[in-house]
Nanobody, 124 residues
């Protein structure tokens, strides 16, 4: 059974940092591209960033998070991370990780597997 489990979310003040983790099992992690998406109440699910299978090359970051968020993966641990710095209130959302074979995509519907999400709330 394939499982993706996000963790690391929580309540943080503006300007703070969080590191999200997505631990996977049941799939050949090193052959899957991994993506992070987020969804705020009343809004569409938004692509954040993705990373490819082995060499770790990531997608371009949207302007909304560029310079603040960083994706990485540890194939030995079957885990992908999202480091979030200088958090803003507009970053408040539920964050999901997703997996698909070989190449990342920006559309959530192109991914094969999803985690349950972890909530990030940025508030003073």
């Amino acid at each position: 059974q394939v499982q993706l489990v996000e963790s690391g979310g929580g309540l943080v003040q503006p300007g703070g940092s969080l590191r999200l983790s997505c631990a996977t099992s049941g799939l050949a992690f090193s052959t899957y591209a991994m993506g992070w998406f987020r969804q705020a109440p009343g809004k569409e699910r938004e692509f954040v960033v993705a990373i490819n299978t082995v060499n770790g090359v990531s997608s371009e970051y949207p302007s909304s998070v560029k310079g603040r968020f960083t994706i990485s993966r540890d194939n030995a641990k079957n885990t992908v991370y999202l480091q979030m710095n200088s958090l803003k209130q507009e970053d408040t959302a539920r964050y999901y990780c997703a997996a698909r074979k070989l190449y990342w995509r920006r559309s959530w519907s192109d991914y094969e597997y999803w985690g349950q999400g972890t909530q990030v709330t940025v508030s003073s």
